[in-house]
C-alpha cells in the first residue's frame, strides 16, 4: 500500500451511490475507502429492488463490483457506522479529508397512527423488513425477520414500492393456493404471466381457490401514482394524456395481478382484535390543487388479516450526526452537505429516502464532483496520517476476513439464487 501525502475519502455504504462516488473519486487519483455494513455493497438492489427483476439485479450489483474493485478503493465490508466506528471517532480521529455517507434509507416511515407499532409482528409488517425477506424466503441461509404470507392483506400505500408489495402477495397467496390444489409454480413464472393468466391457464379463477386477494389502500387518486413520470414543466393537455396513461396503467395491474385498490382513503386509526391487528379505519379524502383534504365524517373501517405498510423510507439516524426531527440535518439539499461539518455529504437515498438506481447514480457523482474540486485547494492528509488510516483500514479488513479480492468474494457471499434452484 503507497502512503504519499494525498486526499483520502471515507465513504459510508458502498452499493449504488457509495460505488459510483468511489469510482468517479478513485480516477482523479483520490483515495477512498469504503465501509459497508453487510458483508455485500448491494443495499437496495439485493434488499429492496423485488427479486424477479433478476437482469436488472445481476447487471447493477456486477457494476457495483467494478467500480470498488480499483487499485485506490479500499473495501471494508462488516463494519457500520454508529456500531463499528462512532461518528465523532470518525471525524476527530481518523483523519480522512471528506466523510461520505451513503448509507441509504432503511427506515420506514412510521404509520401515522398513535400506538400501532406495538402491533409489529402481531397484524403488522412493515416494507423494508417486507422485501428484505421476500427476496431471500427461498434460502435457508436467510438469517433475518421472517414475515408471514396470508391472504386479505391491506397495504398502505401509493408509491411504486407499494404496487411491488402487492405483486408480491398476490404472486405468493396464489402460489401457495396452487400448491394446496398439487400444482407447482415457481414465483418467477407467475410473475411473468401474472396470477391471472396463471389460474386461467388452469381453468380456475380466484374464488375458486378461495382467495380474497390483497387491496392497495392510496390516500390519492389513482392518476397521481408516480408510474409514470410528469414533467414539471407540462402543459394542462400533457398532464391530463399522462393521468389516462396512469389509470390504464393501474387497470392492468389489478387485472394481471388480482389486487383490490381503494384510493381516497387515509390511515386514521387501528383495529384491535384479540390482541392483534385486524384492520384500519380511514378516512375518506379529496384531491384539490394537488392538497391532500379529509373529509369530515367520512370514515370507513377496512378489516383484514393483516396490514403491510409501505408509506415510504427515511434514513436511520446515526448517533452524533446532526438530525432534525426524523431525518438528518442537511445545509444543502441539492449536495447533501451535513448541517455543521463543511466536509460532510450525504449521497443517494440518505438524503430524502426516495430516488430510484439512476437518481442514486447521478447524485453519488455530482457530490464526487464537487468534492474532487474541492480538494484541489485543500491540504492533503501527510504521509504519516495516510499509514495510519491504512492500517486501521488493515485491521477491519482482517477482523471480518476480507483478504482485498472483491471479486471473490462477492462470488464466496452471493446468496443462493431463486433461479438457481429451479
Ligand atoms: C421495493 C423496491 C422496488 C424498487 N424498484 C426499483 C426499480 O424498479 N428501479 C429503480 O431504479 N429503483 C428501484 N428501487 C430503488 C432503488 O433500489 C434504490 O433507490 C437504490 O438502489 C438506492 O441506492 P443507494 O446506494 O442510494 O442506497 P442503498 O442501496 O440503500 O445503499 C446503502 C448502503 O449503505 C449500507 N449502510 C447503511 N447504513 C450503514 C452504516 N451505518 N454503515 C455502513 N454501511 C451502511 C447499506 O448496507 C447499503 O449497502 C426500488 C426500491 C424498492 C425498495
Avoid at 96 to 108: N, P, V
Avoid at 156 to 183: C, F, H, P, R, Y
Wanted: glycine content about 8%; proline content about 4%; aromatic content about 8%.
Amino acid at each position: 500500500m503507497s502512503s504519499n501525502a494525498q486526499h483520502v475519502v471515507a465513504i459510508f455504504g458502498g452499493a449504488v451511490a457509495g460505488a459510483e462516488a468511489a469510482e468517479h473519486l478513485s480516477r482523479q487519483g483520490i483515495k477512498t475507502v469504503v465501509f459497508e455494513q453487510n458483508l455485500l455493497p448491494f443495499g437496495k438492489i439485493e434488499d429492496g429492488l423485488p427479486m424477479w427483476h433478476v437482469k436488472l439485479r445481476d447487471k447493477e450489483e456486477q457494476k457495483i463490483i467494478e467500480k470498488l474493485n480499483h487499485p485506490e478503493v479500499f473495501f471494508v465490508p462488516a463494519t457500520k457506522l454508529g456500531r463499528d466506528v462512532t461518528f465523532e471517532d470518525l471525524v476527530q480521529n481518523w483523519g480522512f479529508s471528506t466523510i461520505l455517507l451513503a448509507t441509504g434509507a432503511w427506515r420506514d416511515r412510521p404509520l401515522p397512527i398513535p400506538g400501532v407499532d406495538d402491533f409489529i409482528g402481531r397484524g403488522l409488517y412493515y416494507q423494508n423488513q417486507f422485501f428484505q425477506w421476500f427476496n431471500h424466503a427461498h434460502d435457508e441461509n436467510f438469517t433475518g425477520q421472517k414475515c408471514e404470507i396470508v391472504d386479505d392483506t391491506l397495504i398502505v400505500g401509493g408509491g411504486l414500492a407499494s404496487i411491488d408489495v402487492a405483486k408480491a402477495l398476490m404472486m405468493s397467496t396464489v402460489q401457495q393456493a396452487l400448491a394446496k390444489k398439487g400444482i407447482e409454480m415457481d414465483l418467477l413464472t407467475i410473475e411473468k404471466k401474472g396470477p391471472a393468466q396463471i389460474l386461467a391457464d388452469h381453468n380456475l379463477r380466484k374464488d375458486d381457490l378461495g382467495l380474497k386477494g390483497c387491496t392497495l389502500v392510496y390516500r390519492r387518486q389513482a392518476i397521481n401514482m408516480p408510474i409514470t413520470p410528469i414533467p414539471e414543466d407540462a402543459d394542462e393537455k400533457r398532464i391530463q394524456k399522462a393521468c389516462e396513461v396512469r389509470r390504464r396503467m393501474i387497470d392492468n395491474l389489478l387485472e394481471k395481478f388480482l389486487f383490490k385498490f381503494v384510493e381516497c382513503h387515509m390511515p386514521v386509526d387501528k383495529v384491535i382484535e384479540n390482541g392483534r391487528l385486524a384492520g384500519l379505519v380511514f378516512q375518506k379524502t379529496k384531491i384539490e390543487n394537488n392538497r391532500v383534504i379529509p373529509l369530515e365524517g367520512a370514515f370507513n373501517e377496512i378489516r383484514a388479516a393483516q396490514v403491510l405498510s409501505s408509506i415510504g423510507s427515511i434514513p436511520e439516524l446515526i448517533d452524533g450526526i446532526p438530525a432534525k426531527g426524523s431525518m438528518y440535518a442537511v445545509a444543502d439539499w441539492q449536495t447533501g452537505q451535513v448541517e455543521g461539518y463543511e466536509n460532510v455529504y450525504l449521497i443517494g437515498n440518505a438524503v430524502t429516502g426516495q430516488g430510484n438506481i439512476k437518481k442514486s447514480r447521478q447524485h453519488g457523482i455530482e457530490v464526487a464532483k464537487l468534492v474532487a474540486g474541492q480538494l484541489e485547494s485543500r491540504e492533503k492528509c501527510s504521509p504519516q496520517q495516510v499509514s495510519e488510516i491504512l492500517a486501521r483500514v488493515g485491521a477491519r479488513q482482517k477482523k471480518a476476513g476480507f483478504d482485498g479480492d472483491l471479486p471473490a468474494w462477492a462470488k464466496k457471499h452471493t446468496p443462493n439464487r431463486l433461479e438457481n434452484s429451479l
